[in-house]
Every structure is written in structure tokens, then in C-alpha cells.
């Protein structure tokens, strides 16, 4: 019995070390990931258009659109005029009713330009790519890492857990979002994490708080995340209630629900929006 309680404790810290090397394996890899995203923001020369609307619509003080400025058309306008629009000044800092108004008569949930107002906010008449660049390296790298907890739920094997982030990390489809100075980073983060955690009810570990502050923030960050919220959640229910667990599915798809509606009463604009805008 000894011989076999020491042959089962060699096993369990053998599986520690591998664990904990793969983890270390991990890091690197996200480490290298995060520097190279971080050169290729280096690299940024140009912006799309939505990009520089980011920029207007968290910082141009109750003003959504730049055209529909009065004098806009037909007019000679100094540098000075569109750098109001893309940065905040010293009067309009942390200015988020703002903010809240521009997203209002836009088409987007504020949660995003709250955030890049934010980082603008603390450089009042700068205008820098990092300002938005910033944010997104930092989802992107917590996006990685969701995956790969999501991979060792999913897959079973510390090995190939390694795989979806190390595919998706190098990706032009994942640089491409990062550097994109929009919203999508971020809304891939809340995507994912919300998989995470559902995988977590579906392992009778459910963290309802956790999965409540995420349907809000990304309901608020993008509309999209909750047609994601939808089938995550009816698969995740659906199986539950296979395995007769009545309780803890109830309250998962209350909590999910809870999350959509407290994002609705922030931002009122909400349903008109999802049921009327021209998107």
C-alpha cells in the first residue's frame, strides 16, 4: 500500500511539473505574440475612417458627426479644427455624458468609447495611435490567454491546449483585429470569456457573478456579442437540462438575461437601435 500511495503522489507531482512547464511554454508564447503585435502597431501608418471616428465620437464634445458641425461644408478648416474633434481639451476631460450622447445618435453601445476617452482624457491636445493601440494589446493578450483556458477545458491535453492560442495569437485574422482601432478586440475578449464560463456551468463550477459583469460589458462593447450570448447559451442550457441540472441552469440563464437587461437600462438607446438603425 505504501509502494502505491508514493507510485500515485510521483504521478500527481509528475503532472504538476508538466502542467507548470506548459504554462511557462505558454507565457513565452504569448510573450513573443504581444511583442510582435506590438511591432506591427509600431507600424501603423494609416487610418480607416472608423478608426478616426473612435477618436471623434469618444472626444468631440456633444458632437457625434464632424460634417454636421455648423460651417463644416464649403469651408477651409485649419488642422486645430479636426484635432478638437479627435482629442479632448483641458474644459472637456473626462467628459462621459458626452461620450454617452455621441453613441446615442451613433450606432454603437458606449462601453468602448468610454474606455478610449478615458486614456485621452489623461493626455488632454495629443493625438497618438497608442491611445487606441493600448486597449487592444491589452485585450488581445487576455484574449490569448481566455483561449487558452477555454483549449484546456475543451480539449483535455495541457499539449494541445497550446494550439488554438499559439494559431489564433500569430494569426493575420488576430494581429488584424488588434491593430484595428475600433471595438472588436474587445468584443473578442468578451466572447470568449463568456465561452469559458459557460464551459464552467456545463463542469457544475458556474460563476454567476462573473458571467453577469460579462453580458453586460460585452453587450455594451458590441451588439454582436449578444447573438454569441444567445447560442452559447441555449447549447449550454439545452445540455444542462439533459443532465437534469435544473437549478443551476435556471439561474445561469436568469443571470445571462439579467446581464442583457441592465445593459438595455444604461443605454436606452439600445433596443431602438437593435430593432430600427439601418445596421
Not at 462621459?96 to 491636445?125: E, R
Not at 456579442?225 to 445540455?239: D, P, Q, Y
Request: hydrophobic share 45%.
Amino acid at each position: 500500500r505504501r509502494e502505491l500511495q508514493m507510485s500515485c503522489e510521483k504521478r500527481i507531482a509528475m503532472r504538476k511539473i508538466k502542467s507548470l512547464n506548459y504554462n511557462r511554454i505558454f507565457v513565452i508564447i504569448l510573450t513573443m505574440q504581444i511583442l510582435n503585435l506590438l511591432f506591427w502597431g509600431a507600424q501603423k501608418g494609416g487610418y480607416y475612417i472608423d478608426e478616426m471616428s473612435s477618436y471623434g465620437l469618444s472626444n468631440g464634445y456633444y458632437c457625434p458627426f464632424l460634417q454636421d458641425t455648423e460651417g463644416y461644408m464649403n469651408h477651409w478648416h485649419e488642422p486645430s479644427f479636426y484635432m478638437n474633434w479627435l482629442t479632448t481639451s483641458e474644459e472637456d476631460r473626462f467628459c462621459y455624458g458626452s461620450v454617452y450622447d455621441n453613441q446615442a445618435n451613433d450606432v454603437h453601445p458606449p462601453f468602448y468609447y468610454f474606455l478610449l476617452h478615458t486614456i485621452c482624457s489623461l493626455f488632454p491636445n495629443i493625438f497618438s495611435k497608442w491611445f487606441g493601440l493600448l486597449p487592444n494589446v491589452i485585450f488581445f493578450g487576455l484574449t490569448v490567454f481566455c483561449l487558452f483556458l477555454l483549449s484546456k477545458k475543451l480539449l483535455g491535453d495541457n499539449k494541445l491546449s497550446l494550439v488554438p492560442p499559439l494559431l489564433y495569437g500569430f494569426s493575420v485574422g488576430g494581429l488584424s483585429t488588434a491593430v484595428y482601432i475600433r471595438m472588436y478586440m474587445m468584443l473578442t475578449f468578451w466572447g470568449i470569456l463568456f465561452l469559458y464560463l459557460a464551459v464552467l456551468l456545463l463542469e457544475d463550477k458556474p460563476k454567476y457573478l462573473a458571467t453577469f459583469a460579462t453580458v453586460f460589458a460585452g453587450g455594451m462593447t458590441q451588439y454582436y456579442f449578444w447573438i454569441l450570448a444567445f447560442f452559447a447559451t441555449g447549447t449550454a442550457v439545452i445540455w444542462n437540462l439533459c443532465r437534469k441540472k435544473w437549478k443551476s441552469t435556471i439561474l445561469f440563464a436568469t443571470t445571462v438575461l439579467a446581464g442583457v437587461v441592465a445593459g438595455i437600462l444604461l443605454f436606452c438607446c439600445a433596443k431602438k437601435r437593435q430593432l430600427f438603425a439601418i445596421r
